[in-house]
């Protein structure tokens, strides 16, 4: 049986009257990669503190592989969890060498010796290091501190990784080709992950499923597609990438495409989260991606009429404001380079059926 699948259940954190999580439910496979993505405050952090057992619930359970690990009167302790974790802060010994921060968790299980330095240096050469085993940690660069950090983590063969943030700390080049090494590693290992992050792009770029949390709940459970070409609401379109909305009210519903009248008219979008027996009743509004919106020099049927306010070049992209004429709307349009209209420039846009989705339209922002 494959190990490493984690369960949470119904899970809440409250401090006195403040409900820092609450009611969190997560289903997280054998060696997927869930992230927890939301901005400062949402309850990221205490989650996965309760995931590694520093912090008790209050209410709920938390499963591994079938095992209760946490419940609100009973906490396996940390260390005996089989779990391995990596911080922001990378946390290695600066007065002790890579090889030994790498052996340290084997050495407090009294693993032999032989066993113990096989194991250390497969993890030294699986996260790159091979060659600086007798370096002290405070002679290598940030990002070899947390490779150690993430070698000191597997070695041990942990059910579930948890990672806390872990590239936040590295410059943004670093920072870019680590999380390729990390997705690479977490994969080749085959280990479960739970990555706590602000940053949308990295929970895009490594998740399985994406947990979207505000105010202590789960608001959204998805995969990295689904998130970001259908989310639910207009709040997680917005946090999740640049978006578009266009204010409308539902007209008709069929099967899974809803009829939204707008200022620009009426327009047949995608409703993936509207049940078809649901009463339409204004509470939604069409997302629509800057990269999905066409630009064109001549008016066509469906097209609308508009002015380019700006043109931003950004290499390989350029980046439109175009006010359209119907509606007093305006719309963000991103175009692969070379640039083909400038400020001033009269335009058509089209607004591809495929490139638009109803989203619920709540006034809470995240
Ligand atoms: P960040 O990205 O800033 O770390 P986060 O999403 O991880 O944010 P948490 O650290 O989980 O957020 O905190 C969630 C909420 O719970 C915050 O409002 C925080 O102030 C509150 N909180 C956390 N620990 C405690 C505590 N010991 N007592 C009271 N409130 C707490």
């Known amino acids: 049986m494959a190990i490493g699948q984690l369960t949470i259940s119904n899970l809440h954190k409250h401090?006195?009257?403040f409900r820092a999580v609450e009611?969190?439910?997560?289903?997280?496979?054998?060696?997927?990669?869930?992230?927890?993505?939301?901005?400062?405050?949402?309850?990221?952090?205490?989650?996965?503190?309760?995931?590694?057992?520093?912090?008790?619930?209050?209410?709920?359970?938390?499963?591994?592989?079938?095992?209760?690990?946490?419940?609100?009167?009973?906490?396996?302790?940390?260390?005996?969890?089989?779990?391995?974790?990596?911080?922001?802060?990378?946390?290695?010994?600066?007065?002790?060498?890579?090889?030994e921060n790498v052996?340290?968790?084997?050495?407090?299980?009294?693993?032999?010796?032989?066993?113990?330095?096989?194991?250390?240096?497969?993890?030294?050469?699986?996260?790159?290091?091979?060659?600086?085993?007798?370096?002290?940690?405070?002679q290598?660069?940030?990002?070899?501190?947390?490779?150690?950090?993430?070698?000191?983590?597997?070695?041990?063969?942990?059910?579930?990784?948890?990672?806390?943030?872990?590239?936040?700390?590295?410059?943004a080049k670093l920072r870019e080709s680590m999380r390729i090494e990390l997705k690479r590693l977490q994969r080749k290992l085959g280990i479960t992950a739970i990555f706590v992050t602000h940053n949308?792009?990295?929970?895009?770029?490594?998740?399985?499923q994406i947990a979207v949390m505000s105010q202590?709940?789960?608001?959204?459970?998805?995969?990295?597609?689904?998130?970001?070409e259908k989310p639910r609401t207009r709040m997680v379109a917005e946090f999740v990438g640049l978006s578009n909305i266009i204010p409308g009210s539902v007209t008709a519903i069929r099967g899974n495409f809803a009829t939204l009248e707008t200022p620009i008219g009426k327009i047949e979008s995608l409703a993936p989260h509207l049940a078809s027996d649901e009463k339409p009743d204004g509470r939604f509004a069409l997302l629509v991606r800057p990269e999905s919106i066409e630009l064109w020099q001549d008016p066509g049927e469906g097209r609308h009429r508009g002015r380019i306010?700006?043109?931003l070049y950004n290499g390989n992209i350029i980046d439109y404001l175009v006010k359209l004429e119907a509606g007093d709307l305006s719309l963000r349009i991103q175009q692969f380079a070379p640039q083909r209209h400038a400020d001033g420039d009269t335009i058509f846009v089209g607004i591809p059926k495929n490139g638009i989705t109803v989203v619920e339209d709540y006034a809470t922002k995240i």
């Open 15 to 17: 401090y006195n009257t």
């Open 23 to 99: 009611d969190v439910n997560l289903s997280v496979p054998p060696g997927s990669f869930l992230s927890l993505l939301g901005p400062s405050g949402c309850g990221k952090t205490t989650t996965l503190r309760m995931i590694a057992g520093f912090i008790h619930p209050t209410i709920g359970e938390i499963e591994v592989d079938g095992e209760v690990v946490s419940s609100a009167d009973f906490v396996l302790p940390a260390e005996k969890r089989q779990m391995g974790m990596v911080f922001q802060s990378y946390a290695v010994w600066p007065h002790m060498s890579v090889f």
């Open 103 to 138: 052996a340290y968790g084997l050495r407090t299980r009294r693993t032999a010796d032989a066993e113990l330095k096989r194991r250390v240096n497969e993890a030294i050469e699986i996260v790159g290091l091979k060659g600086q085993e007798q370096k002290f940690s405070s």
């Open 140 to 171: 290598l660069s940030g990002g070899q501190q947390q490779r150690v950090a993430l070698a000191r983590a597997v070695v041990t063969e942990p059910r579930i990784l948890l990672l806390d943030e872990p590239l936040s700390n590295l410059d």
């Open 200 to 208: 949308q792009e990295e929970a895009l770029l490594l998740s399985d």
């Open 216 to 228: 202590g709940r789960v608001i959204e459970l998805c995969g990295p597609h689904d998130l970001y």
């Open 309 to 311: 306010v700006e043109a």
